[in-house]
């Protein structure tokens, strides 16, 4: 006895169904939620900046003489408070990245969901450099599509 096969699954019907279920239809483009990826993206970039180098006078710092030592204690009482900032700024970075990535994945114009962007951002430490990878991917994506949408398209006659 054969199985019974399910019937293939519309595109269009599947878009649809994202557009009621997300808002979000091929026609609109997520900007306000790509201006507040960009704004949230610079804050990390700019705190984690600062963090690494302090980090690293920290750690190549000599701690011979008392006034060393109160330099290096200094040194990660700024440390941490930067990382702190930066951690907020990083979790604030992927909400907006998972709304972005949402929103493109709902309006068919991307195969990768916002759950991507959750699961990116916690395999990638965001205390290295490549935690920022992924809300970077999403720019760059986003821009592309932006571009590409931009581009009116040219008919050509026979």
Known sequence: MEKPTSPPIDSELL????????????????????????????????????????????????????????HARMLVFVA???ALFYLFSYVRTMISAYRVQKHLHAAGLSSHGGWQVVIGSLILNPYLL?????????????????????????????
């Open 15 to 70: 878009k649809q169904w994202r557009a009621l279920r997300y808002g979000t239809t091929a026609n609109t483009f997520p900007t306000d939620d790509v201006k507040s990826l960009k704004r949230w993206l610079a804050v990390s970039i700019l705190l984690y900046v600062p963090f690494a180098l302090t980090c690293f006078l920290r750690f190549s710092a000599d701690t011979d003489t008392p006034q060393d030592e109160a």
């Open 130 to 158: 490549l935690g920022l990878w992924v809300p970077l991917s999403v720019v760059s994506h986003a821009r592309r599509i932006k571009q590409a949408r931009s581009i009116p398209a040219h008919h050509h006659g026979g």
């Open 80 to 82: 941490l408070w930067l």
